[in-house]
């Protein structure tokens, strides 16, 4: 699903970092050797049919590449 930030994301959580992380090798391998997180926060986003809701938003992050592969869990309203 297609989707844009329409705001900050706040409330941000760590969910797992370092050697908890599955997807490590592979995030090494597309984006770079980094310190990876995933993170989880919540934020106004643009649908791609127009409609603008609050939506969980989940992502893996690393200091010196930045957010990479945002992607919505759940639709809040």
Do not use: N, P
Not at 25 to 54: P, Q
């Amino acid at each position: 699903m297609y989707f844009e930030l329409v705001g900050e994301i706040s409330g941000i959580e760590t969910i797992a970092s370092g050697t908890a992380i599955r997807e490590r090798k592979r995030l090494w391998k597309f984006h770079g050797k980094g310190r990876w997180r995933k993170k989880k926060g919540f934020a106004k986003v643009r649908l791609s049919d127009a409609t603008i809701c609050t939506a969980e938003i989940h992502w893996y992050e690393a200091h010196g590449i930045g957010k990479k592969e945002l992607k919505i869990k759940r639709v809040l309203d």
